[in-house]
Structures are given as structure tokens and as C-alpha cells.
């Protein structure tokens, strides 16, 4: 994720991020998504948007959406924020 944040900057100025340490449990991301989706690294969205290309794999839990692994976030990236496709 560094990388792809590195090579399109202005996801820095629109993703709000976080990073977390290893270990689990996880405090910051169990009370949010439950403890079974503790997975690293996450895009929790506050907002789905609008025609989402089925490609890209939304989860659900406790209320948030959010997309999980460096591939399908850098998928998303490139659905929505117009990124490189990951291939």
C-alpha cells in the first residue's frame, strides 16, 4: 500500500490513514469490524459509492463497509479514485 500511496499522492489528501501494529487483537479495528475481520491492510468506507463495479469486493460487518487486502483496495483506488489497475 505504501507504494500505490506514493505513486498517486493526492489519495494521501483523500484516504484518511491509520497504521496500526501487528499484534492481535487488534483495538483499533475488533471494536469497528469484529474480531474476525481483523485483517491488515483495510479500507473502512464511510460512504458506498454510487455503481461500484462488481470487481471490486465490499464487505460488510457491524454496520461498516469496508474492503479488505491490497489487492482489492488497490482495485477500488482504481474504480473509484482513477489509480492504475492492479494487474
Given at each position: 500500500m505504501a507504494g500505490l500511496l506514493e505513486f498517486y499522492p493526492k489519495l494521501k489528501q483523500t484516504v484518511d490513514i491509520h497504521?496500526?501494529?501487528?499484534p492481535?487483537?487488534?483495538p483499533e479495528l475488533a471494536p469497528l469490524l469484529g474480531e474476525e475481520n481483523q485483517s491488515c491492510p483495510v479500507l473502512v468506507l464511510h460512504t458506498?459509492?454510487?455503481d461500484l463495479p462488481p470487481q471490486?469486493?465490499?464487505q460488510q460487518?457491524?454496520?461498516h463497509a469496508f474492503v479488505e487486502g491490497v489487492r482489492?483496495?488497490?482495485e477500488y483506488f482504481a474504480q473509484v479514485h482513477g489509480?492504475?489497475?492492479p494487474h
Open positions: 497504521y496500526i501494529d501487528y492481535r487483537p487488534r458506498l459509492p454510487p471490486v469486493k465490499v460487518a457491524k454496520g482489492e483496495i488497490a489509480t492504475g489497475i
